[in-house]
């Protein structure tokens, strides 16, 4: 037996990209709005006015008038075992990854350890307002065990992957292109599609890939037609040229991953900073997206992402946290250095348009808006309930918004993750502050 229940607040979603309908054209916005959840889809979307009085006697009506709902937040690249290193200092990325990622990843051959940290990071995520995201593992099979089991508790529509890493890391930390074949078909074949779970193929960056294992990670994506390829791309600047290095037969460094048949509609490339024309074509041909992390890219001293750029190449970007390269679990606060980067290239980023990054764009890069991403009839009911009151400053700066894209641009910089009031995922609340 269905059972509908309604939350009446205001209520602003992405309907399209602003870049090709327009700013007013991009989103719903309703004043005093109302959702109505039937068990774990979208039954109805509209003003309070119309809707009240067509629900059927007893429907249960949460009424939150200091509120804004948005749809969930979906974070399409962070690595969830680099919680514990979040916020270590001072060097740029092959320094980094030797100096501080590859020790902590090393204790995920523990899967005790591995369910602790994935518990405390989904916590943490969903306690930020997101509600999907797409995940780094390590190395080790039972990371991504651990992290889907985490997942299935709360049946959060979640990503991830093993990664694949075969060379140029400790050996503690290496498999062999066999192994990493075998293991991630194991997973897939365990995990993938499994409730609201996908595999994510993952080697980790081309230069810890040999050929060998770059061609059966692009045999698998062939194998499997819907799983997805997750990997980082052009991120800094020595990596492009180690890149380079690695692989002279290679044009560029997308051109490594494209000659081991690793671009798709499902394959999303973190950071994409230093990229060519060419590149930038490559990847809206074969359908491929780019995860823009802007904390992490400011944090590292990677570079600017340059969104004009993507853009006047149509392809297809979402927004990403990085964490434990980015600094803060919050899409609210990445938004914030987003805004700022775009800033730094004399350009600006409209409101409507983060909110699109952080929800149907990322929804749209991971090919999942048929189910998540707005708040459209028949959708998912990942939505989170942003607080108008959550901080003294939050309450004082809001009173004196004009309108919505205001509203939303003051939660893009100076919210957190107190003003995410309640996140709910598949119509049941996941967390409540």
């Known amino acids: 037996m269905s059972h509908l229940k309604a939350w009446r607040s205001a209520i602003v979603h992405c309907i399209a990209d602003p870049k090709d309908v327009g700013i007013s054209a991009a989103y719903e916005y309703f004043e005093d709005g109302l959702l109505v959840i039937e068990d774990d889809k979208i039954y109805a979307l509209g003003h309070a006015k119309d809707l009240l009085s067509s629900l059927p006697q007893g429907t249960v009506v949460e009424h939150h008038p200091d509120a804004i709902i948005t749809p969930g937040f979906i974070d399409t690249h962070i690595h969830y075992p680099q919680t514990d290193m979040i916020g270590s200092y001072g060097e740029q990325l092959l320094t980094w990854l030797n100096t501080y990622t590859f020790p902590e990843e090393s204790k995920f051959s523990d899967k005790a350890h591995a369910k602790e940290v994935a518990e405390r990071f989904l916590s943490e995520l969903l306690r930020n307002g997101t509600t999907t995201a797409l995940v780094f593992g390590t190395v080790h099979k039972v990371s991504v065990d651990a992290f889907f ?3 299935e508790v709360h049946n959060l529509r979640m990503i ?9 890391a400790p050996d503690y930390l290496t498999d062999t ?10 997973l897939i074949d365990t995990w993938h599609n499994k409730g609201r779970l996908h595999y994510a193929i993952t080697p980790r960056f081309a230069p810890t890939s040999s050929d060998e294992q770059l061609q059966l990670a692009g045999k698998l994506l062939g194998e499997y037609k819907d799983v997805y390829m997750h990997t980082h791309l052009s ?12 692989f002279p037969q290679s044009t560029n460094y997308l051109d490594v991953y494209d000659q081991h048949k690793l671009l798709s509609e499902r394959s999303v490339f973190a950071h994409g900073i230093h990229l060519c024309d060419s ?4 990847l809206h041909e074969t359908g491929s997206a780019i995860s823009f992390c802007p904390t992490s890219n400011l944090f590292i001293g990677s570079g600017l992402f340059k969104l004009s750029k993507a853009e006047e190449h149509k392809v297809n970007v979402g927004l990403g946290t990085d964490v434990g390269g980015g600094t803060s ?11 700022k980067v775009i800033q730094l290239q004399n350009e600006n980023l409209n ?6 990054l952080s929800t149907l764009g990322g929804a749209r890069a991971l090919r999942l808006e048929d189910k998540i991403g707005n708040l459209a009839v028949g959708s998912e009911a990942d939505f989170i309930l942003l607080d108008k009151k959550a901080t003294p400053l939050l309450k004082s700066r ?3 918004s004009k309108n919505i894209e205001e509203s939303l641009f003051v939660f893009m910089t100076i919210g957190d993750d107190r003003a995410i009031q309640a996140t709910y995922s598949a119509g049941k609340c996941v967390h409540q502050r």
């Open 235 to 246: 991120e800094n600047k020595d990596e492009c040229a180690w890149v380079q290095d690695l």
């Open 177 to 186: 292109p066999e192994s990493s074949y075998q293991e991630s078909k194991e």
């Open 149 to 151: 089991e985490a997942c």
């Open 398 to 400: 809001l009173a004196l």
């Open 329 to 339: 679990f919050s899409m609210l606060q990445t938004l914030n250095e987003a805004y």
């Open 279 to 282: 590149e930038y074509h490559r």
């Open 160 to 168: 991830c992957g093993k990664v694949m890493m075969d060379r140029n």
């Open 351 to 356: 409101p409507i348009k983060s909110l699109y």
